[in-house]
């Protein structure tokens, strides 16, 4: 598996030589600091710890900072391990949006926007109790019913209600890449991502 870390930058829409418009997000995707190598024989498992963006010393523990100078690289916010990665890095070497190719089918995962505390009709679509009449005021967006008869005398476990919503772990599949801007290390996916502009992805193939 292929796999960077990157900011989502926003959406915009881009067009072809036939003049067919596609929306795509606009990612920065590393580069990519290789922090740690694991093996089979070290660690019974093969793996990779990349890691992304900057981050000042004085914010950093002595802990992480003398991890990352293993890798003679500088403090970082954002650690990532990848198992049975297809890359062949040695610690301390970076990871570019280069791994990939326009064309290239890939999944995203990140970390849904939040949504708060919020009710039935916005959380599971429910429509409500249909139109008022006499002597019902304000239910338009009720939930109903969620009880039992005397019979079980409680609400099961798993009924829909309202709650908690959003800032939930996703991953996107079925994207591909539209275009890549190395210089700029810019990747244009397909379709969107989940997370607000400036969140923390994880692209891989």
């Known amino acids: 598996m292929k796999s960077i870390i990157g900011k989502k930058i926003g959406m915009t829409s881009i067009f072809d030589t036939t003049g067919k418009q596609t929306a795509v997000t606009i990612i920065e995707a590393g580069p990519c600091v290789v922090t740690q190598k694991k093996t089979v024989e070290t660690d019974g498992y093969n793996a990779l710890q990349i890691a992304f963006g900057d981050k000042k010393e004085k914010h950093s523990l002595k802990s992480e900072t ?3 100078a293993k890798a003679q690289t500088s403090p970082k916010k954002f650690v990532q391990e990848i198992r049975d990665s297809e890359l062949d890095k040695a610690v301390g070497e970076t990871i570019t949006v280069d791994i990939f190719a326009e064309g290239d089918a890939i999944e995203v995962v990140g970390t849904t926007k939040g949504k708060g505390f919020q009710g039935v009709v916005k959380r599971h679509g429910f429509s409500g109790v249909g139109g008022q009449s006499h002597g019902q005021h304000d ?23 309202g709650g908690r ?25 397909s379709g969107s991502v989940p997370g607000h502009n400036g969140s923390i992805v994880l692209i891989q193939k």
Request: charged share 25%.
């Open 66 to 68: 003398g991890h990352f």
């Open 139 to 161: 239910r338009s967006r009720a939930p109903g019913s969620i009880g039992n008869s005397s019979d079980a005398s409680r609400v099961f476990k798993g009924m829909r209600m």
């Open 165 to 189: 919503m959003g800032q939930d772990r996703v991953t996107m599949k079925g994207l591909k890449v539209v275009k890549i801007f190395a210089e700029k290390n810019y990747i244009l996916v």
